[in-house]
């Protein structure tokens, strides 16, 4: 028995030694790890976003996804050179012909009955070009890039323009909020928002990103004139974003805050952007778009100009709300973010009054944009929700800092 207890004895204190070991070195791991970030993260904190946005563009070069869309853009974007319908549908699909693979051109002239009707009738291809035409800025740039650099890295060189220019606007913000040991946060944030697929993507939203984030975070930065520029060029690129600049006019209003005077002057330019772009394209309308897109595609635009029903659009709106539930994480973010905000504000951590008007007025924004135009993708919202989170992200920061200054004194 005596052995036997003296084995016993020396397997426990052989597991002891072993726990313990493995505890300091689990301590010591991160207690380097974190000293290592204390003195070099801001530094690190950069090559980190720097090499996920990087690594992000090289894979959208090495593997594109040219979806039918950008068919439809380089339609919008050689109208003005062909005005005449059967000969733009027929430069643009010779384009697309000898730009493409034999199995990627046959997936992109006869995927579904709506892809051989654009292919085959240009008529009904021409009176899709209006829906695309919005994006103005965006088929602007394609178009003084076609030449440049042909039909297939068009998209891709604005996408890359956005990538460079996003990554900067992003990390002079994260210094400038002394943020930037916070980057790695900040690119599972971008993993979580599905950034990758839409920096991918041959669509304006990048693009449309890029504007936004510099127009909150230099309203966050008090820079007023170049955040009132940029979302001026956010609605250039997608209309649909005067509804923020609208939200912020108001919310910096409600809030007392000196640059709502700007945004209002910013709201006024918007307007008259979105006028400018429905004079010179051949936009079908709200309601006839929101059917298309939300509701029922149809092959044609041509003389396509239905009744208001409130039993379609109940629909869509329904049906959008649940694909947006379950195909895509913009929603649980969305939702996430209000219910961080309430629990923050419900446990004493209140926002000061610049950022609630910021983050009100871009979480306002996006519900208003769904209920406006109810669209499921992800990539619509993004660029308005990314920005938002950021700002909450800071706000808890410096909130959790004056708290603690405030229990440590």
């Known amino acids: 028995m005596a052995g036997r207890d003296v084995m016993a004895d020396r ?3 052989g597991e002891e030694a072993a726990r313990n070991g493995i505890l300091a070195g689990m301590r010591g791991a991160l207690g380097a790890l974190g000293r290592f ?3 070099y993260g801001m530094w690190a904190g950069a090559l980190v976003l720097i090499a996920f946005v990087a690594s992000v563009m090289a894979i959208g070069w090495l593997r594109p996804v040219h979806a039918w869309d950008m068919v439809a853009y380089l339609g919008a974007a050689l109208k003005p050179e062909f005005p ?13 012909r000898l730009a493409a693979t034999p199995d990627h051109f046959l997936q992109l002239s006869e995927g579904d009955a709506y892809r051989t009707r654009q292919f085959t009738d240009p008529h009904a291809f021409h009176s899709m070009l ?9 088929v602007k740039l394609l178009a003084v890039l076609l030449p440049l650099t042909g039909p297939v890295h068009a998209a891709f060189a604005i996408n890359l323009g956005a990538a460079v220019a996003f990554t900067g606007v992003l990390l002079w913000w994260l210094r400038s909020v002394r943020m930037l040991n916070l980057a790695p946060l900040v690119v599972i944030l971008l993993v979580l928002a599905r950034f990758p697929a839409m920096a991918m993507a041959e669509s304006p939203d990048f693009l449309t990103s890029v504007f936004v984030l510099a127009g909150l975070m230099a309203l966050d930065r008090d820079k007023i004139l170049a955040g009132c520029a940029a979302l001026v060029l956010a609605v250039a690129t997608r209309p649909d974003n005067i509804v923020l600049i609208a939200g912020l006019a108001g919310a910096f209003w409600l ?8 945004l209002l002057g910013a709201l006024g330019a918007g307007f008259l952007a979105y006028a400018g772009i429905q004079a010179v394209s051949d936009h079908p309308g709200w309601w006839p778009h929101l059917w298309f897109s ?5 092959e044609t635009m041509e003389f396509f100009q239905p009744d208001f029903s409130v039993r379609v659009y109940l629909t869509g709106f329904a049906w959008n709300l649940v694909r947006a539930a379950f195909e895509n994480s913009w929603l649980g973010l969305y939702a996430g973010g209000l219910c961080v905000w309430a629990l923050a504000h419900a446990g004493g951590l209140r926002f000061g009054p ?10 306002g924004a996006i519900a208003l944009k769904f209920m406006i135009f109810p669209l499921h993708d992800g990539r619509t919202y993004f660029p308005i929700l990314f920005p938002a989170l950021l700002l909450m992200l800071a706000e808890l920061r410096d909130r959790a800092r004056l708290r603690a200054g405030a229990v440590d004194g």
Not at 84 to 96: I, M, R
Not at 294 to 298: E, F, H
Not at 354 to 363: P, S
């Open 11 to 13: 397997i426990a204190k």
């Open 84 to 96: 005449d319908p059967q000969a733009l549908h027929g430069h643009v699909w010779e384009t697309v």
């Open 354 to 363: 610049a950022r609630t008007a910021l983050i009100g007025a871009a979480l």
């Open 37 to 39: 970030w204390v003195a």
């Open 294 to 298: 939300t509701y029922q595609i149809q």
């Open 130 to 138: 209006g829906m695309y035409e919005v994006k103005w800025l965006y």
């Open 255 to 262: 809030w007392k805050q000196r640059a709502w005077p700007w």
